[in-house]
């Protein structure tokens, strides 16, 4: 019997380069993600700081002057903690596309995987078949041939 061959293995060999590719992608936009996330944590202890160290010298006394110059620093922190945060949602939401790409790739792949299963078991099914057929004929064959020299 001729050798297993399944005709979308072309096909499954592009789903799964695509399937690679598209993991690959998810994989360097979780990075930004979590990179984007240091930098907004970052940009809140920054923010945090400020704010203690006015909170310290309003207590020791502090010029109006030099309120008026914490109080524009922390609304300057507070716009860029606003800013980072807008980045943050942004690559999270170029995330979740970018997961829900992977998923429907792989919802694909594994279609085309489990034909292949369904044909490769119906392939070994008839294999198997074949062979009991022809080891029947060899034992039918060996039979008359002992019923003959008998």
């Known amino acids: 019997m ?3 061959k399944f005709s979308l293995d072309s096909v499954l060999s592009y789903k799964e380069q695509v399937l690679e590719a598209l993991q690959g992608e998810h994989a360097a936009i979780l990075a930004q993600v979590r990179e984007q996330e240091g930098v907004l944590e970052a940009a809140w202890q920054d923010y945090r700081d400020c704010d203690a160290e006015y909170s ?3 207590a020791e006394g502090i010029t109006i002057t030099d309120a008026m110059v914490y109080q524009n620093g ?3 922190l507070e ?3 606003q800013r ?3 980045k943050l949602e942004e690559l999270r939401k170029k ?3 970018k997961r829900q790409e992977v998923v429907d790739a792989k919802i694909d792949t594994s279609s ?3 034909l292949k299963e369904k044909k490769l078991d119906l392939y070994n099914k008839e294999v198997a078949k074949s062979e009991e057929v022809l080891i029947d004929e060899f034992v039918s064959s060996a039979r008359v041939r002992a019923g003959i020299s008998a």
Do not use: Q, S, Y
């Open 84 to 86: 980072e945060t807008d």
């Open 56 to 58: 310290r010298r309003k």
């Open 112 to 114: 085309i995987e489990k």
């Open 74 to 76: 922390l609304r300057v």
């Open 79 to 81: 716009r860029n903690i």
């Open 2 to 4: 001729k050798k297993f």
């Open 95 to 97: 995330e979740d596309a």
